[in-house]
């Protein structure tokens, strides 16, 4: 099993910033794709910004030019750096992360989540 734990959510003006982090626990072989994924009231839960283990990154049109994904492989970590927020971007911020397990000699990928953290943005 893997555990990601999320941190920096939290309540912000219009125009400030925030940093969320992600870090990944448990049996793993090695990580894939991490991403953070947004829920706003009422709404689906939609793709923010995501990061390969090696790759370019991806983002939604909403946030770019704002929003910078990073990751530290060697600690198995994602962040968000979130900047120039708006009110529209308040909404529950999930990590993803699709990690392989070695089971029985074969690569195993599977899809884990955080449990979600709040961020607000409000005057």
């Known amino acids: 099993q893997v555990q990601l734990a999320e941190s920096g959510g939290g309540l912000v003006q219009p125009g400030g910033s925030l940093r969320l982090s992600c870090a990944a626990s448990?049996?793993?072989?090695?990580?894939?794709?991490m991403g953070w994924y947004r829920q706003a009231a009422g709404k689906e839960r939609e793709l923010v910004a995501d990061?390969?283990?090696?790759?370019?990154?991806n983002y939604a049109d909403s946030v770019k030019g704002r929003f910078t994904i990073s990751r530290d492989n060697a600690k198995n970590t994602v962040y968000l750096q979130m900047n120039s927020l708006k009110p529209e971007d308040t909404a529950v911020y999930y990590c993803?992360?699709?990690?392989?397990?070695?089971?029985?000699?074969?690569?195993?990928?599977?899809?884990?989540w955080g449990q979600g953290t709040q961020v607000t943005v409000s005057s």
């Open positions: 993803n992360a699709k990690v392989s397990h070695l089971e029985s000699l074969r690569v195993v990928t599977r899809d884990y």
């Open positions: 448990g049996s793993i072989f090695s990580i894939n794709a």
């Open positions: 990061i390969p283990s090696g790759g370019s990154t």
